[in-house]
């Protein structure tokens, strides 16, 4: 077997962030990837290596639209590494979580990919795969300051007041289907809550 073809980039911003694998307008349902926005150094030495580089539509002033990499990201054969840094340490997120990084504000972005040769119909090519990523989560200044709290994760329930919205609505169906329940008040009156 011949040796992995991996590439390191460091600090890179990434954008159309897929990792749920939604069906959209440019994917199909499960495909989950994103794209590497690249300076044209690092565009040129990628394309050199045989990857297909394209480009944004330019922006106002720009000649050349932003240079990026599609990165595929396949939990097939070897699942990548997701990994979520926050300031109170990092999680190896599972498949069935790697949406979170569709969501997340990203500081900081640090990648391997595995370069895959292909050969199909005679045709022939390379496909950067995700081998392993480090996001690290924009945190702001509240969540800095109570990051140290700890989280209660069985802590008492709120108990619900009787009329609050918090109350838990009982209602009964009957045997034609209708429900029943009971108007607590009209909306011209205040609430009783």
């Known amino acids: 077997m011949p040796p992995r073809e991996n590439i390191t980039l460091r600090n890179v911003d990434i954008t159309f962030r897929n990792f749920a694998g939604q ?11 994103f794209s590497v926005l690249l300076d044209e150094k690092k565009a040129q030495d990628l394309m050199d290596q045989g990857l297909l580089v394209k480009r944004l539509r330019p922006r106002e002033g720009q000649e050349l639209g932003t ?16 990994v979520l840094v ?8 599972p498949e069935d979580m790697a949406d979170t990084l ?5 500081e900081k972005c640090d990648l391997v990919l595995n370069v895959y040769n292909w050969k199909v119909n005679g045709k022939s090519g390379k496909k950067a795969y995700l081998d392993s990523i480090y996001l690290t989560a924009y945190e702001d200044e509240l ?20 009329g ?6 009982e209602l009964t169906s ?5 429900l029943d329940g009971e108007v607590m008040y009209d909306s011209d009156e205040e609430p009783p809550y």
Request: glycine share 8%.
């Open 174 to 178: 009957g045997d034609d289907g209708i």
């Open 102 to 106: 569709d969501m997340v504000d990203v």
């Open 143 to 162: 969540s800095r300051e109570y990051r140290d709290i700890p989280v209660l994760t069985n802590g008492p329930a709120r108990p619900a007041i009787e």
């Open 164 to 169: 609050s919205k918090s109350a838990r609505l």
């Open 67 to 82: 240079p990026h990499l599609k990165v595929s990201v396949s939990f097939r054969v070897r699942p990548p590494l997701l």
């Open 23 to 33: 069906k959209r307008l440019y994917n199909e349902e499960g495909d989950r990837n």
């Open 86 to 93: 926050t300031s109170q340490g990092k999680i190896e997120l």
